[in-house]
Protein backbone atom coordinates (compact mmCIF):
# COMPACT_ATOMS: atom_id res chain seq x y z
CA UNK A 1 0.00 0.00 0.00
CA UNK A 2 1.33 3.41 -0.81
CA UNK A 3 2.10 5.59 1.84
CA UNK A 4 -0.18 8.37 0.02
CA UNK A 5 -3.02 6.48 -0.67
CA UNK A 6 -5.28 7.87 2.11
CA UNK A 7 -6.16 10.47 4.29
CA UNK A 8 -5.16 9.14 7.44
CA UNK A 9 -1.61 8.39 5.91
CA UNK A 10 -1.86 12.06 3.90
CA UNK A 11 -2.78 13.66 7.40
CA UNK A 12 0.19 12.02 9.33
CA UNK A 13 2.70 12.96 6.48
CA UNK A 14 1.94 16.27 6.41
CA UNK A 15 1.51 16.76 10.41
CA UNK A 16 5.41 14.69 10.71
CA UNK A 17 6.75 16.86 7.53
CA UNK A 18 5.89 20.11 9.13
CA UNK A 19 6.78 19.59 12.14
CA UNK A 20 10.33 18.01 11.38
CA UNK A 21 10.75 20.94 8.82
CA UNK A 22 10.91 23.53 11.91
CA UNK A 23 14.60 22.70 12.45
CA UNK A 24 15.19 23.48 8.81
CA UNK A 25 13.45 26.88 9.19
CA UNK A 26 15.88 27.60 11.71
CA UNK A 27 18.50 28.15 9.00
CA UNK A 28 15.77 29.58 6.43
CA UNK A 29 15.12 32.47 8.67
CA UNK A 30 12.27 34.41 10.72
CA UNK A 31 9.79 34.60 7.89
CA UNK A 32 9.73 31.11 7.01
CA UNK A 33 9.96 29.45 10.40
CA UNK A 34 6.46 31.93 11.32
CA UNK A 35 5.17 29.96 7.90
CA UNK A 36 5.79 26.68 9.68
CA UNK A 37 4.54 27.25 12.36
CA UNK A 38 1.78 28.72 11.03
CA UNK A 39 1.15 26.01 8.79
CA UNK A 40 1.74 23.11 11.49
CA UNK A 41 -1.01 25.02 13.92
CA UNK A 42 -3.37 25.32 10.89
CA UNK A 43 -3.07 21.86 9.24
CA UNK A 44 -3.74 20.26 12.78
CA UNK A 45 -6.65 21.91 13.36
CA UNK A 46 -7.72 21.29 10.01
CA UNK A 47 -7.51 17.77 10.36
CA UNK A 48 -7.85 17.40 14.75
CA UNK A 49 -10.19 20.08 14.80
CA UNK A 50 -11.34 20.61 18.46
CA UNK A 51 -9.91 17.61 20.07
CA UNK A 52 -6.21 19.24 20.18
CA UNK A 53 -7.79 21.02 23.50
CA UNK A 54 -9.70 18.63 24.55
CA UNK A 55 -7.58 18.09 27.08
CA UNK A 56 -7.24 17.46 31.10
CA UNK A 57 -4.84 20.66 32.04
CA UNK A 58 -2.29 19.90 34.24
CA UNK A 59 -0.34 22.04 36.18
CA UNK A 60 2.50 23.22 33.83
CA UNK A 61 -0.23 23.96 31.31
CA UNK A 62 -2.24 26.04 33.57
CA UNK A 63 0.87 28.52 34.44
CA UNK A 64 1.09 28.67 31.06
CA UNK A 65 -2.72 29.48 30.17
CA UNK A 66 -2.04 32.39 33.43
CA UNK A 67 1.71 33.41 32.01
CA UNK A 68 -0.29 34.76 28.73
CA UNK A 69 -3.23 35.71 30.05
CA UNK A 70 -0.97 37.95 32.06
CA UNK A 71 0.95 39.09 29.02
CA UNK A 72 -2.24 40.33 27.05
CA UNK A 73 -3.51 41.86 30.09
CA UNK A 74 0.25 44.02 31.32
CA UNK A 75 0.22 44.85 27.70
CA UNK A 76 -3.27 45.93 27.14
CA UNK A 77 -2.79 48.27 29.90
CA UNK A 78 0.48 49.47 29.00
CA UNK A 79 -0.77 50.24 25.32
CA UNK A 80 -3.32 52.41 26.36
CA UNK A 81 -0.62 54.17 28.81
CA UNK A 82 1.84 54.67 26.23
CA UNK A 83 -0.74 56.06 24.22
CA UNK A 84 -1.91 58.70 26.33
CA UNK A 85 1.17 60.10 27.21
CA UNK A 86 2.10 60.44 23.42
CA UNK A 87 4.28 56.87 22.68
CA UNK A 88 3.01 53.88 20.64
CA UNK A 89 -0.08 55.67 18.73
CA UNK A 90 -1.11 52.47 16.87
CA UNK A 91 -1.24 49.65 19.98
CA UNK A 92 1.82 47.92 19.14
CA UNK A 93 2.65 46.55 22.20
CA UNK A 94 -1.20 45.08 22.49
CA UNK A 95 -1.00 43.79 19.07
CA UNK A 96 2.46 42.19 19.35
CA UNK A 97 0.79 40.25 22.65
CA UNK A 98 -2.07 38.93 20.45
CA UNK A 99 0.16 37.35 18.08
CA UNK A 100 2.32 36.18 20.61
CA UNK A 101 -0.43 33.37 21.47
CA UNK A 102 0.45 31.64 18.37
CA UNK A 103 3.30 29.97 20.88
CA UNK A 104 0.74 29.36 22.88
CA UNK A 105 -1.41 27.25 20.23
CA UNK A 106 1.91 26.11 19.29
CA UNK A 107 2.35 24.79 22.68
CA UNK A 108 -0.90 22.72 22.85
CA UNK A 109 -0.97 21.64 19.26
CA UNK A 110 2.38 19.67 19.92
CA UNK A 111 1.68 18.19 23.27
CA UNK A 112 -1.97 16.85 21.57
CA UNK A 113 0.43 15.03 18.95
CA UNK A 114 2.59 13.80 20.94
CA UNK A 115 -0.45 12.17 23.19
CA UNK A 116 -1.73 10.82 20.00
CA UNK A 117 1.13 9.59 18.90
CA UNK A 118 0.83 11.29 15.64
CA UNK A 119 4.74 12.66 15.96
CA UNK A 120 7.76 10.31 14.26
CA UNK A 121 10.46 11.29 16.81
CA UNK A 122 12.82 9.17 14.48
CA UNK A 123 12.26 11.68 11.54
CA UNK A 124 12.77 14.65 13.84
CA UNK A 125 16.12 13.53 15.02
CA UNK A 126 17.26 12.49 11.98
CA UNK A 127 16.48 15.48 10.46
CA UNK A 128 18.30 17.68 13.09
CA UNK A 129 21.39 15.41 12.32
CA UNK A 130 21.27 16.38 8.98
CA UNK A 131 20.85 20.04 9.39
CA UNK A 132 23.49 20.26 12.02
CA UNK A 133 26.06 18.12 9.88
CA UNK A 134 25.13 20.92 6.47
CA UNK A 135 25.93 23.92 8.65
CA UNK A 136 29.24 22.22 10.05
CA UNK A 137 30.18 21.12 7.14
CA UNK A 138 28.96 25.15 5.48
CA UNK A 139 31.37 26.63 7.67
CA UNK A 140 34.29 24.53 7.23
CA UNK A 141 33.67 25.44 3.47
CA UNK A 142 33.56 28.80 4.69
CA UNK A 143 36.78 28.79 6.30
CA UNK A 144 38.64 27.29 3.60
CA UNK A 145 37.60 29.27 0.84
CA UNK A 146 36.12 32.26 2.41
CA UNK A 147 32.76 32.59 1.14
CA UNK A 148 29.79 29.32 1.54
CA UNK A 149 28.01 27.92 -1.15
CA UNK A 150 25.29 29.94 -0.58
CA UNK A 151 28.30 32.95 -1.52
CA UNK A 152 28.17 34.64 2.01
CA UNK A 153 31.50 35.97 2.64
CA UNK A 154 33.61 34.85 5.56
CA UNK A 155 33.56 37.67 8.74
CA UNK A 156 37.43 38.34 10.32
CA UNK A 157 36.70 36.07 13.41
CA UNK A 158 33.80 34.94 13.33
CA UNK A 159 31.99 32.76 10.07
CA UNK A 160 28.00 32.70 9.68
CA UNK A 161 27.73 29.94 7.25
CA UNK A 162 24.22 29.69 5.73
CA UNK A 163 23.25 32.03 7.79
CA UNK A 164 24.39 35.19 6.00
CA UNK A 165 24.35 38.37 7.66
CA UNK A 166 23.57 36.99 11.39
CA UNK A 167 26.41 35.34 12.93
CA UNK A 168 24.34 32.64 15.13
CA UNK A 169 25.49 29.27 13.54
CA UNK A 170 26.90 28.28 16.62
CA UNK A 171 23.83 28.79 18.81
CA UNK A 172 21.81 26.90 16.02
CA UNK A 173 24.86 23.93 16.52
CA UNK A 174 24.76 24.26 20.51
CA UNK A 175 20.55 24.11 19.55
CA UNK A 176 20.40 20.99 17.79
CA UNK A 177 23.75 19.18 18.70
CA UNK A 178 22.17 16.98 21.65
CA UNK A 179 19.05 15.87 20.15
CA UNK A 180 21.76 14.85 16.52
CA UNK A 181 23.20 13.05 18.90
CA UNK A 182 20.59 11.09 20.27
CA UNK A 183 19.82 10.17 16.64
CA UNK A 184 22.98 8.72 16.07
CA UNK A 185 22.45 6.23 19.39
CA UNK A 186 18.51 5.98 18.96
CA UNK A 187 17.69 5.24 15.32
CA UNK A 188 20.75 5.05 13.46
CA UNK A 189 21.60 0.79 13.46
CA UNK A 190 25.04 -0.33 13.98
CA UNK A 191 26.62 -3.85 13.64
CA UNK A 192 28.45 -3.42 16.28
CA UNK A 193 28.84 -0.83 19.54
CA UNK A 194 32.42 0.38 19.02
CA UNK A 195 30.92 1.60 15.47
CA UNK A 196 28.27 3.82 17.22
CA UNK A 197 30.63 5.20 19.75
CA UNK A 198 33.52 5.83 17.11
CA UNK A 199 30.34 8.10 14.88
CA UNK A 200 29.17 9.42 18.36
CA UNK A 201 33.02 11.15 18.88
CA UNK A 202 33.50 11.84 15.22
CA UNK A 203 30.44 14.35 15.30
CA UNK A 204 31.20 15.52 18.63
CA UNK A 205 34.42 16.58 17.32
CA UNK A 206 32.79 18.41 14.09
CA UNK A 207 30.33 19.90 16.23
CA UNK A 208 33.21 21.74 18.38
CA UNK A 209 35.30 22.25 15.64
CA UNK A 210 32.32 24.03 14.36
CA UNK A 211 31.67 25.70 16.82
CA UNK A 212 35.15 27.06 17.49
CA UNK A 213 35.22 28.36 13.87
CA UNK A 214 32.07 30.07 13.47
CA UNK A 215 33.32 32.44 16.89
CA UNK A 216 30.00 31.89 18.76
CA UNK A 217 31.99 31.43 22.47
CA UNK A 218 28.67 30.90 24.65
CA UNK A 219 27.29 28.33 22.64
CA UNK A 220 30.46 26.35 22.62
CA UNK A 221 30.87 26.91 26.45
CA UNK A 222 27.26 25.61 26.49
CA UNK A 223 27.56 22.49 24.32
CA UNK A 224 30.77 21.44 26.27
CA UNK A 225 28.73 21.66 29.72
CA UNK A 226 25.92 19.48 27.75
CA UNK A 227 28.76 17.13 27.08
CA UNK A 228 30.13 17.16 30.89
CA UNK A 229 26.33 16.57 32.30
CA UNK A 230 26.01 13.39 30.11
CA UNK A 231 28.89 12.41 30.57
CA UNK A 232 28.29 12.98 34.44
CA UNK A 233 24.20 11.65 34.35
CA UNK A 234 23.85 9.32 31.19
CA UNK A 235 26.12 5.88 31.92
CA UNK A 236 25.93 4.81 28.17
CA UNK A 237 28.12 8.23 27.26
CA UNK A 238 30.67 7.66 30.17
CA UNK A 239 32.39 5.88 27.69
CA UNK A 240 33.30 8.99 25.51
CA UNK A 241 34.79 10.44 28.39
CA UNK A 242 38.85 9.53 27.74
CA UNK A 243 38.55 10.54 23.94
CA UNK A 244 36.64 13.59 24.33
CA UNK A 245 38.17 15.58 26.49
CA UNK A 246 42.25 15.28 24.93
CA UNK A 247 40.23 15.74 21.47
CA UNK A 248 38.87 18.83 22.44
CA UNK A 249 41.57 19.87 24.01
CA UNK A 250 43.73 19.58 20.83
CA UNK A 251 41.16 20.90 18.71
CA UNK A 252 41.26 24.31 20.78
CA UNK A 253 44.88 24.17 20.88
CA UNK A 254 45.11 23.17 17.44
CA UNK A 255 42.65 26.38 16.40
CA UNK A 256 44.42 28.14 18.55
CA UNK A 257 47.59 28.37 17.56
CA UNK A 258 47.06 28.25 13.44
CA UNK A 259 44.94 30.79 13.56
CA UNK A 260 45.70 34.65 15.07
CA UNK A 261 42.06 35.80 15.02
CA UNK A 262 40.65 32.73 16.45
CA UNK A 263 43.47 33.64 19.24
CA UNK A 264 42.47 37.00 19.49
CA UNK A 265 38.65 36.13 19.46
CA UNK A 266 39.18 33.61 22.33
CA UNK A 267 40.97 35.79 24.51
CA UNK A 268 38.50 38.91 23.88
CA UNK A 269 36.64 36.14 25.87
CA UNK A 270 38.75 35.81 28.68
CA UNK A 271 38.84 39.20 29.42
CA UNK A 272 34.91 40.30 28.79
CA UNK A 273 34.46 36.57 31.32
CA UNK A 274 36.45 38.72 33.95
CA UNK A 275 34.39 41.83 33.18
CA UNK A 276 31.12 40.02 34.06
CA UNK A 277 32.50 37.89 36.57
CA UNK A 278 34.61 40.21 38.41
CA UNK A 279 33.07 43.85 37.93
CA UNK A 280 34.52 44.78 41.46
CA UNK A 281 38.24 44.75 40.25
CA UNK A 282 40.43 47.14 41.68
CA UNK A 283 40.82 48.07 38.04
CA UNK A 284 37.55 48.86 37.46
CA UNK A 285 37.50 51.74 40.18
CA UNK A 286 37.21 54.90 38.93
CA UNK A 287 38.75 57.67 41.02
CA UNK A 288 37.82 61.27 41.18
CA UNK A 289 40.95 62.17 38.87
CA UNK A 290 39.76 59.49 36.23
CA UNK A 291 36.27 60.51 36.68
CA UNK A 292 37.68 64.31 35.44
CA UNK A 293 40.07 63.70 33.22
CA UNK A 294 37.50 60.76 31.17
CA UNK A 295 34.46 62.82 32.15
CA UNK A 296 32.18 59.40 32.38
CA UNK A 297 28.79 59.52 32.37
CA UNK A 298 27.27 57.73 35.61
CA UNK A 299 25.41 55.47 33.39
CA UNK A 300 29.12 53.63 32.75
CA UNK A 301 29.27 53.27 36.39
CA UNK A 302 28.51 52.29 39.26
CA UNK A 303 28.33 52.80 43.12
CA UNK A 304 29.45 49.89 45.92
CA UNK A 305 30.19 50.55 49.23
CA UNK A 306 30.99 53.70 48.43
CA UNK A 307 33.48 53.08 45.44
CA UNK A 308 32.78 54.04 41.94
CA UNK A 309 33.25 51.19 39.79
CA UNK A 310 33.51 51.09 35.47
CA UNK A 311 31.21 49.13 33.79
CA UNK A 312 34.06 47.95 31.37
CA UNK A 313 31.61 45.10 29.15
CA UNK A 314 28.89 45.80 27.06
CA UNK A 315 26.68 43.09 28.06
CA UNK A 316 26.84 44.51 31.88
CA UNK A 317 25.72 48.22 30.00
CA UNK A 318 22.83 46.54 28.44
CA UNK A 319 21.84 44.55 32.06
CA UNK A 320 22.05 47.76 33.79
CA UNK A 321 19.53 49.43 30.80
CA UNK A 322 17.16 46.96 31.82
CA UNK A 323 17.14 47.12 35.08
CA UNK A 324 16.81 50.79 34.85
CA UNK A 325 13.71 50.39 32.68
CA UNK A 326 12.30 47.61 35.19
CA UNK A 327 12.96 49.95 37.97
CA UNK A 328 10.22 52.38 36.23
CA UNK A 329 7.76 49.96 36.30
CA UNK A 330 8.89 47.01 38.92
CA UNK A 331 5.43 45.19 39.33
CA UNK A 332 3.44 45.04 36.33
CA UNK A 333 6.53 46.02 33.68
CA UNK A 334 5.75 47.79 30.44
CA UNK A 335 4.29 44.81 28.08
CA UNK A 336 5.60 42.85 25.58
CA UNK A 337 8.98 44.31 23.38
CA UNK A 338 8.12 47.54 25.49
CA UNK A 339 12.04 48.15 26.57
CA UNK A 340 13.28 50.24 23.90
CA UNK A 341 10.00 52.56 24.33
CA UNK A 342 10.47 52.66 28.17
CA UNK A 343 14.62 53.16 28.00
CA UNK A 344 13.87 56.09 25.43
CA UNK A 345 11.10 57.52 27.22
CA UNK A 346 13.58 57.53 30.31
CA UNK A 347 16.18 59.29 28.26
CA UNK A 348 18.69 56.25 29.24
CA UNK A 349 21.47 55.33 27.03
CA UNK A 350 22.36 52.27 25.57
CA UNK A 351 18.72 51.59 24.13
CA UNK A 352 18.58 48.57 22.07
CA UNK A 353 16.04 46.57 21.32
CA UNK A 354 15.96 44.43 24.28
CA UNK A 355 18.65 43.88 27.29
CA UNK A 356 20.25 40.58 25.95
CA UNK A 357 18.90 38.63 29.07
CA UNK A 358 15.95 36.42 29.01
CA UNK A 359 14.93 37.39 33.03
CA UNK A 360 15.68 40.85 32.90
CA UNK A 361 13.97 41.29 29.71
CA UNK A 362 11.05 39.53 31.52
CA UNK A 363 11.20 41.87 34.52
CA UNK A 364 11.21 44.92 31.82
CA UNK A 365 8.48 43.72 29.90
CA UNK A 366 6.66 42.18 32.38
CA UNK A 367 7.64 42.97 36.18
CA UNK A 368 7.53 40.88 39.00
CA UNK A 369 4.41 39.03 38.44
CA UNK A 370 6.27 38.01 34.91
CA UNK A 371 9.27 36.92 36.57
CA UNK A 372 7.82 35.23 39.66
CA UNK A 373 5.33 32.79 36.87
CA UNK A 374 8.20 32.10 34.56
CA UNK A 375 10.28 31.13 37.76
CA UNK A 376 7.73 28.66 39.21
CA UNK A 377 7.48 27.66 36.10
CA UNK A 378 11.30 26.78 35.30
CA UNK A 379 11.37 25.83 38.60
CA UNK A 380 8.66 22.59 38.34
CA UNK A 381 9.63 21.72 35.39
CA UNK A 382 13.56 21.52 37.60
CA UNK A 383 11.37 19.45 40.53
CA UNK A 384 8.98 17.43 38.41
CA UNK A 385 11.01 16.66 35.52
CA UNK A 386 15.13 16.45 35.83
CA UNK A 387 14.98 15.51 39.63
CA UNK A 388 12.49 12.78 39.14
CA UNK A 389 14.61 11.25 36.41
CA UNK A 390 18.10 11.46 37.70
CA UNK A 391 17.94 11.68 41.62
CA UNK A 392 14.88 9.99 42.68
CA UNK A 393 15.04 6.03 42.09
CA UNK A 394 12.26 4.98 39.94
CA UNK A 395 11.70 3.33 36.68
CA UNK A 396 11.00 6.93 34.57
CA UNK A 397 14.85 6.69 33.65
CA UNK A 398 14.25 4.10 31.49
CA UNK A 399 12.77 5.94 28.68
CA UNK A 400 15.32 7.99 27.47
CA UNK A 401 13.86 9.86 24.27
CA UNK A 402 13.17 13.06 26.79
CA UNK A 403 17.14 13.61 27.88
CA UNK A 404 18.47 15.62 25.29
CA UNK A 405 15.52 18.13 25.43
CA UNK A 406 15.82 18.00 29.32
CA UNK A 407 19.46 19.21 29.02
CA UNK A 408 18.79 21.66 26.00
CA UNK A 409 16.11 23.55 27.90
CA UNK A 410 17.95 23.50 31.26
CA UNK A 411 21.10 25.30 29.44
CA UNK A 412 18.41 27.17 27.15
CA UNK A 413 17.09 28.90 30.33
CA UNK A 414 20.34 29.28 32.34
CA UNK A 415 20.25 32.39 33.84
CA UNK A 416 23.60 34.04 33.55
CA UNK A 417 24.09 34.12 30.08
CA UNK A 418 23.70 36.71 27.20
CA UNK A 419 20.75 35.91 25.35
CA UNK A 420 18.51 37.40 22.20
CA UNK A 421 15.11 38.12 22.89
CA UNK A 422 12.53 36.29 25.17
CA UNK A 423 9.71 37.32 22.88
CA UNK A 424 11.34 37.23 19.23
CA UNK A 425 10.32 34.36 16.90
CA UNK A 426 12.81 32.19 16.60
CA UNK A 427 14.34 32.30 20.04
CA UNK A 428 9.99 32.01 21.90
CA UNK A 429 9.68 29.38 19.22
CA UNK A 430 12.34 27.08 20.46
CA UNK A 431 11.76 27.52 23.93
CA UNK A 432 8.13 26.37 23.49
CA UNK A 433 9.17 23.54 21.48
CA UNK A 434 10.96 22.21 23.93
CA UNK A 435 8.74 23.06 26.79
CA UNK A 436 5.79 21.02 24.55
CA UNK A 437 8.33 18.09 24.18
CA UNK A 438 9.35 17.70 27.52
CA UNK A 439 6.37 18.14 29.23
CA UNK A 440 4.17 15.72 26.78
CA UNK A 441 7.34 13.28 27.21
CA UNK A 442 7.37 13.72 30.81
CA UNK A 443 3.57 12.36 31.12
CA UNK A 444 3.81 9.20 28.55
CA UNK A 445 6.56 8.65 31.06
CA UNK A 446 4.53 9.28 33.86
CA UNK A 447 1.48 6.56 32.06
CA UNK A 448 3.86 4.17 31.35
CA UNK A 449 4.86 3.79 35.11
CA UNK A 450 1.67 4.28 36.50
Known amino acids: MSYFSTKTLNKYFIINFLFSSLVISFILGNLLLNLNVVLL ?36 LNSIYFYTVGYNEDFKIFIKSITFLRFLILYFVIKFLI ?39 AAERRLSGPFGDELIAGSFIQRFSLISLFAISFFLKFK ?56 FL ?24 IQIFYPLSSKNIVTNEIEQTKGYNDFYTFTFQGKKYLLQNSHLKEFKSGLLVWSDKKIFGGGIKSFKISCQKNKLLNCGSHPHNYYIEILADLGLVGLVIIFFLFFLILLK ?24 FLFEIFP ?5 SFFTTGNATYIFLLLSIIISLNKIRLNRCS
Not at 416 to 420: A, E, L, R, V
Open 41 to 76: IVASLFFFKSKIFDLKLDIFDKILIFFFSYVLLSSF
Open 385 to 408: IFFVKYFKKSPLNNFDLITPFIFL
Open 192 to 247: KKNIKYLAILFFVFLFLFSLVISGNRIPLIFFILSLLSLIFFEKWFKKTFFILVPG
Open 115 to 153: KEDIINFKIFFIISLMSVTFVCADLIYQLIFGYDIFGYK
Open 250 to 273: LITFSIYNLNDNYRIHMLDFKKKA
Open 416 to 420: IKSTG
